[in-house]
């Protein structure tokens, strides 16, 4: 069967408000060095207008926040109105007004060059079309504004995610879907430039993140990626029983290679690329 973008973006919006609450619980847990750094390297100014496309539950929204301080303005827009909810209240007492809408990255119903930066947190390489989500960003940037986006690095990297992914598809490899996105379809070394390139924009900085999150055990890092992580307690919840405690087994088992310290430390890589629009 074709891919279809529609059908795999309004599923998409399911799975994720699902997975909201958990979700948040991953990224107030694990992600704030990586949002740190991210927002550090978007350059953001005070009093700048800034939109945060696929902004989950408000990790990057609330660091642009406090970046553009009480005279700028933040816009957070996600596919999920339940990470929306999620993001209100953790920006309850946020430094800068926010707006949050609910909208698909694909199709930003916001003015031409309404915006001086826009930024994407772990969104692109999700989308249904990416490309036409980047031309979105740069239609809304002004002349001279930028576009930032961070994506999941390499897979061999990316072990945080990988691990579990690549058990899965062992056991179910009819879930892949010919034409449908990759968590790692902007790893390699030029396709994040390339792709900001594509929409426009001229490539200013990028730069590669790794380190490793710590969990207690084996079985936390399951029970989080497989409550947490969108599609993949998706597809694990589609295969027969017997075939998802095999899956577990196996992930279980592989995890403990990456003992430290009583848990275990799961590797990721990052990428991150700063682009301005001429």
Same mark, same amino acid.
């Given at each position: 069967?074709?891919?279809?973008?529609?059908?795999?973006?309004?599923?998409?919006?399911?799975?994720?408000?699902?997975?909201?609450?958990?979700?948040?619980?991953?990224?107030?847990?694990?992600?704030?060095?990586?949002?740190?750094?991210?927002?550090?390297?978007?350059?953001?100014?005070?009093?700048?207008?800034?939109?945060?496309?696929?902004?989950?539950?408000?990790?990057?929204?609330?660091?642009?926040?406090?970046?553009? =301080?009480?005279?700028?303005?933040?816009?957070?827009?996600?596919?999920?109105?339940?990470?929306?909810?999620?993001?209100?209240?953790?920006?309850?007492?946020?430094?800068?007004?926010?707006?949050?809408?609910?909208?698909?990255?694909?199709?930003?119903?916001?003015?031409?060059?309404?915006?001086?930066?826009?930024?994407?947190?772990?969104?692109?390489?999700? /989308?249904?079309?990416?490309?036409?989500?980047?031309?979105?960003?740069?239609?809304?940037?002004?002349?001279?504004?930028?576009?930032?986006?961070?994506?999941?690095?390499?897979?061999?990297?990316?072990?945080?995610?990988?691990?579990?992914?690549?058990?899965?598809?062992?056991?179910?490899?009819?879930?892949?879907?010919?034409?449908?996105?990759?968590?790692?379809?902007?790893?390699?070394?030029?396709?994040?430039?390339?792709?900001?390139?594509?929409?426009?924009?001229?490539?200013?900085?990028?730069?590669?993140?790794?380190?490793? /999150?710590?969990?207690?055990?084996?079985?936390?890092?399951?029970?989080?990626?497989?409550? =947490?992580?969108?599609?993949?307690?998706?597809?694990?919840?589609?295969?027969?029983?017997?075939?998802?405690?095999?899956?577990?087994?196996?992930?279980?088992?592989?995890?403990?290679?990456?003992?430290?310290?009583? =848990?275990?430390?799961?590797?990721?890589?990052?990428?991150?690329?700063?682009?301005?629009?001429?």
């Amino acid at each position: 069967m074709a891919f279809d973008p529609g059908l795999f973006t309004e599923e998409a919006r399911r799975r994720w408000n699902e997975a909201a609450p958990a979700y948040e619980q991953l990224s107030a847990s694990l992600f704030s060095p990586i949002t740190d750094a991210f927002a550090e390297f978007c350059r953001l100014a005070p009093g700048e207008r800034v939109l945060d496309v696929a902004c989950g539950p408000g990790a990057a929204t609330l660091a642009a926040a406090r970046a553009v =301080g009480p005279a700028g303005r933040v816009v957070g827009v996600d596919l999920s109105p339940a990470m929306l909810e999620a993001a209100r209240r953790r920006a309850a007492a946020a430094p800068a007004p926010i707006e949050w809408r609910a909208a698909s990255a694909e199709e930003l119903d916001m003015p031409d060059a309404s915006f001086d930066a826009v930024v994407c947190q772990l969104g692109l390489m999700l /989308f249904a079309r990416p490309t036409e989500a980047l031309r979105q960003m740069a239609r809304v940037v002004r002349g001279g504004g930028r576009v930032a986006c961070l994506v999941q690095g390499l897979r061999e990297k990316m072990v945080f995610t990988s691990l579990v992914m690549g058990v899965l598809l062992r056991h179910a490899p009819q879930l892949k879907e010919e034409g449908a996105p990759t968590l790692y379809a902007f790893a390699k070394p030029g396709m994040l430039e390339a792709a900001l390139a594509s929409a426009g924009l001229v490539v200013e900085a990028s730069r590669r993140l790794e380190g490793t /999150f710590k969990f207690d055990s084996p079985q936390a890092y399951w029970d989080l990626m497989t409550a =947490g992580a969108g599609r993949t307690g998706a597809v694990l919840r589609s295969l027969p029983e017997a075939a998802q405690r095999q899956v577990r087994d196996e992930v279980l088992t592989q995890a403990r290679r990456y003992a430290a310290d009583g =848990g275990v430390a799961i590797p990721f890589e990052v990428v991150m690329a700063r682009a301005a629009k001429p």
